[in-house]
């Protein structure tokens, strides 16, 4: 009778060899999962400042008058509109330019857009400011 060994790996090697793939794979599995969300939220950020961007050249292609014939008998004006997945803000403030420089008759329109969504870490936004003016010609000097 001739009697043969077969080898193998015994149940305790198996478990070991588990046991090291597990701590190997669990921190390279995060990784991966953070790098995820640091993508994720780039895309979102670079989207939102896209349409902060569009919003606030839209804004700026209506000009000074167009934009204070909106405002008439307010001092500040606020308007949203949602764009799917974000929601886009204006905002429209008159500064007198008498707040900003003791100098000539005038005043300056802020301009702000903001874009904002919601994520796994909360709510998030991009907000884009300018100025426009009307009699800044005086000011020259200051600025």
């Known amino acids: 009778m001739l009697i043969t060994r077969e080898e193998g790996f015994s ?7 588990v046991a090291v793939l597990g ?9 991966l999962a953070g790098g995820r ?11 939102a400042a896209t349409l902060a961007q569009d919003g606030m050249e839209t804004l ?16 500040e ?4 509109e949602k764009l799917g997945f974000y929601s886009r803000k204006y905002k429209l403030q008159i ?3 008498e707040a900003v420089a003791a100098v000539g008759d005038g005043e300056i329109l802020f301009v702000q857009v903001m874009v904002s969504w919601s994520d796994v870490g909360g709510r998030r936004s991009v907000s884009l400011s300018s100025l426009l003016g009307r009699g800044l010609e005086s000011c020259e000097r200051f600025f």
């Open 11 to 17: 149940l305790l090697e198996v478990i070991a060899a």
């Open 23 to 31: 701590i190997i794979l669990v921190p390279a599995c995060s990784m």
């Open 37 to 47: 969300n640091a993508v994720l939220l780039g895309k979102h950020q670079t989207e």
């Open 60 to 75: 700026k292609g209506y000009g000074y008058e167009q934009l204070r014939s909106l405002m008439v008998g307010r001092e």
């Open 77 to 80: 004006l606020e308007l949203e």
């Open 95 to 97: 500064i007198p330019l």
